[in-house]
């Protein structure tokens, strides 16, 4: 499992009911595709919201994301921390 960090954009006046809500239609799924979603934040005065996850490949954290219906803009692998 690799870990990634997505971005998405254009979520601009999202509430915390809202991030929670959607968080929890890709965790009520993210089995399917062996991701596991770790954490999620958002910016409402930006409209960005970006969400880490444990994963295969940047594919199956796309995919949880379209079928819960908010695809994300961006998907980046984050292969190093500290």
Not at 19 to 47: R, Y
Request: proline share 5%.
């Amino acid at each position: 499992m690799s870990m990634f960090m997505d971005v998405h954009h254009g979520m601009k006046g999202i509430t915390a009911d809202q991030l929670l809500q959607a968080h929890k239609a890709d965790l009520a799924i993210e089995k399917e595709e062996g991701v596991h979603f770790e954490k999620a934040w958002a910016d409402p005065e930006s409209g960005t919201v970006y969400c880490l996850s444990d994963a295969p490949s940047a594919e199956a954290v796309q995919r949880i994301h379209e079928r819960a219906g908010h695809p994300a803009d961006e998907v980046h692998a984050v292969p190093l921390t500290a």
